[in-house]
């Protein structure tokens, strides 16, 4: 298997974890605009699943730039740094209390990374299909070559 393959498909799966965490993000913001749960337990599962958001997102971008794969490395190096600035800043957590007042920028904010991530996605599922197809094209000719000499 190619590495290239393997990185596309590293970037699958990575980008389909990231649209779930994002998503669960904003199905829990709207459970508590909703009533359906209290502040403490929505906030307390959004900051559970923030840094592994962050992590696997730097390491995405990580792997795109050691891998000298520049387009994706620079679409995802703006938002690989916004996520470091809020760390480093402690802004990355939610706060219990203040949770109903940043409600509806919160949902704005995840909403937005939600379509950055369907861009990435199917940016990643054409380059997977892509690599996929000049590989197995790359084996039938080496086939056919092996077997007229």
């Not at 393997?6 to 965490?21: E, K, Q, R, T, Y």
């Not at 958001?53 to 520049?70: D, I, K, P, R, V």
Request: glycine content about 2%; aromatic content about 16%.
């Amino acid at each position: 298997m190619s590495v290239e393959l393997i990185l596309w498909l590293f970037s699958f799966s990575s980008v389909m974890v990231l649209i779930g965490l994002t998503a669960y993000q904003l199905i829990c913001l709207s459970d508590l605009e909703y009533d359906y749960i209290n502040p403490y337990d929505s906030s307390s599962r959004i900051n559970a699943v923030v840094l592994i958001e962050y992590a696997l997102q730097g390491a995405l971008c990580a792997s795109f730039l050691l891998t000298l794969h520049w387009f994706p490395f620079l679409v995802m190096a703006p938002v690989t740094y916004y996520h470091v600035k809020l760390y480093l800043a402690r802004k990355h957590l939610v706060d219990v209390t203040e949770i109903f007042r940043q409600l509806s920028g919160e949902k704005k904010y995840r909403m937005i990374k939600l379509a950055f991530y369907f861009c990435l996605f199917i940016i990643t599922i054409y380059r997977l299909v892509m690599t996929a197809v000049m590989l197995f094209i790359d084996e039938d000719i080496n086939l056919v070559e092996t077997r007229t000499i």
